[in-house]
């Protein structure tokens, strides 16, 4: 999807509830909700040892790196990845093709512990995105800017 989309605070809390819950529910160490442009939405858990920035844009690479994959095997995309790691695991999900929920865990907890949480999170978080996309649809949305036209800012400017 290349609409941008606009992010308003009542679906802001909405997203950071469901990864605080997602982070507690799965006992994972870390939750990521990340755009496929590679930009951090929403963060919970353990972030301050974790460079957050570069786990979003990598997120991104990976998830655009495994989409080329899949196309070349005859796939749409490969909406979920685990990868596993002596000390942690990493869990990821494509919701409603827009954005990647990523969720890092250790042996507190279990591959599907975390799986059965995250199916449940990203039902939630897809019924949000998709509220977020008729509001920015909706006529008179989009820009709080959209009602000044180029007169009002030369008027203001020209003093």
Known sequence: MGTQLVMYEEE?????????????????????????????????????????????????GNVAAMGG???????????????EGAK????MTIVGSRVVLVVIFDNRTSLGLVRLRIKKASD???KIFESLVKKTDAPGAGS????????????????
């Open 144 to 159: 709080p800017f959209a009602e000044i036209s180029d007169d009002d800012i030369d008027n203001l400017f020209s003093e």
């Open 88 to 91: 942690d695991s990493l869990y």
């Open 12 to 60: 802001f809390t909405k997203i950071n509830a469901v990864c605080d819950r997602l982070t507690k529910d799965a006992n994972a160490k870390v939750v990521f909700l990340v755009d496929k442009n590679g930009q951090l939405i929403s963060s919970a858990g353990q972030t301050q040892n974790i460079d957050t920035t570069s786990l979003a844009s990598l997120t991104a």
């Open 124 to 126: 939630e978080l897809t």
């Open 69 to 83: 994959l899949a196309k070349l095997i005859g796939e749409n995309e490969f909406p979920n990845q685990f990868h």
